[in-house]
């Protein structure tokens, strides 16, 4: 949520953030909400300065014996302006409270301008985008070859969207989680294992409720939503808490499947493994205190991509262009591996600043007289999501014999094996 003070005190600003993001918000309205509310407020203190002045002098009557009926009766009249006056703020404040939740995050001054995915910028590039030979199969054709991948069970089971990985296929996913889990906890995180069903007020404070409702698996009669990452739960551990400013940086990972309604819904990238409706991710959050968010945010980066290092994959870091990025997020960069099956850069991560949008959202303050600041900033990036890295390992560690080559950091997890199947 951002700032309200924005509203008043910085409208340029605010007018600049959003046209950068491409919102359609009616900041108007908001403006102009806000400014009928402080007028309401002005309003109702003199009204009551009035009231008490009124009082006053009734009482100075009566004790004379003078008459006070004109009195009494034009401080009835104040008393139902100001009850008028103050059941009107009531519904702004409603209003602007509802209007403040669907009012996506500002872009950091970093960002790079652009209106959507053409204008994000390469940051950075390791390995090359290069095939291992020629005639390299796509992930779901090599997969099922091997009888790791099972594609058409997961329709049958579910519909589209739905995978059963199945012998070293299951096995390589473990083999991933656990492999991140530990890479993190060396990285400083403490591991954490959550909830998979989440309240609408944990769904409200990450960002995805109001917006993304009509996306999320929601159960009834609970009011209960699947998780759509372990962001959710992992972030609202500290919800509605007090945080001193030494405590900080503080680092939570987390493994979980997560559910999105919305994969698939493109239509384009829905053979495979591209987008599901169900998949494994190791997630990782911090919170950190604001004057050193944008520095965390590099670190989260070589934290996730010291995953793919480990992967041996090639990959490219993009800094996301303002109106492609997240609701909530500030500043984001999004990891890529090359598949050369597919030869498409998949995304596998994204790592974003949400400054205090999440924390003023869910009340994450700081303790009072640390400093200047109320709320910490937030952060997150996949360590990694592992449906397209499974697709990225099985195309670039594919050999021309029709084998999978595991990674080296992987084969400790998968019982020394060399080669998947």
């Not at 951002?2 to 600049?16: F, H, T």
Request: include cysteine; aromatic fraction near 6%; charged fraction near 30%.
């Amino acid at each position: 949520m951002i700032d309200r003070r924005l509203i008043r005190e910085e409208p340029d600003r605010l007018r600049a953030g959003l046209a950068r993001k491409r919102s359609s918000i009616d900041i108007e309205r908001l403006i102009a909400l806000d400014r009928e509310h402080l007028s309401n407020l002005q309003q109702a203190e003199e009204l009551r300065k009035q009231r008490n002045t009124a009082s006053e002098e009734i009482g100075r009557r009566k004790g004379a014996g003078e008459d006070t009926a004109a009195l009494q009766a034009a401080m009835k009249e104040t008393s139902s302006a100001i009850k008028n006056l103050e059941g009107r703020n009531k519904e702004i404040e409603e209003t602007l409270d509802a209007l403040l939740l669907t009012i996506p995050n500002l872009p950091h001054e970093s960002v790079p301008d652009g209106a959507d995915s053409t204008s994000n910028v390469v940051a950075r590039t390791v390995g090359k985008a290069a095939k291992p030979f020629d005639d390299v199969l796509p992930h779901w054709e090599i997969g099922e070859k091997l009888g790791i991948l099972d594609l058409e069970a997961g329709r049958r089971i579910s519909g589209h969207g739905f995978i059963v990985f199945r012998n070293d296929g299951a096995r390589l996913c473990r083999a991933l989680i656990n492999l991140m889990l530990d890479m993190h906890a060396e990285q400083g995180y403490e591991e954490v294992l959550v909830p998979y069903l989440v309240s609408r007020a944990s769904m409200t404070g990450t960002g995805q409720l109001p917006k993304f409702e009509v996306d999320m698996y929601r159960t009834d009669p609970d009011d209960l939503f699947l998780i759509p990452t372990a962001e959710v739960p992992v972030t609202n551990i500290l919800r509605e808490t007090i945080v001193e400013r030494d405590r900080l940086p503080i680092k939570y990972t987390a493994y979980s499947p997560c559910f999105r309604r919305e994969a698939g819904s493109y239509g384009a990238d829905t053979r495979g493994l591209l987008r599901v409706h169900q998949f494994d991710k190791v997630e990782m959050v911090k919170f950190v205190h604001p004057d050193t968010s944008n520095d965390e945010l590099e670190t989260l980066v070589g934290d996730a991509t010291a995953v793919l290092e480990a992967l041996e994959l090639s990959y490219r870091v993009v800094s996301l262009c303002a109106g492609d990025l997240s609701f909530a997020a500030a500043k984001c960069y999004d990891l890529e591996t090359y598949a050369p099956g597919v030869d498409k850069w998949l995304e596998v991560s994204s790592c974003s600043n949400f400054d205090d949008f999440q924390a003023r959202r869910a009340e994450i303050r700081l303790k009072k007289g640390d400093d200047r600041h109320k709320f910490v900033h937030t952060l997150n990036g996949s360590g990694l999501a592992l449906p397209r890295i499974v697709a990225s390992i099985l195309e670039v560690h594919q050999t021309p014999t029709g084998r999978v080559k595991i990674p080296a950091r992987l084969r400790p997890y998968m019982r020394g094996q060399e080669y998947l199947g």
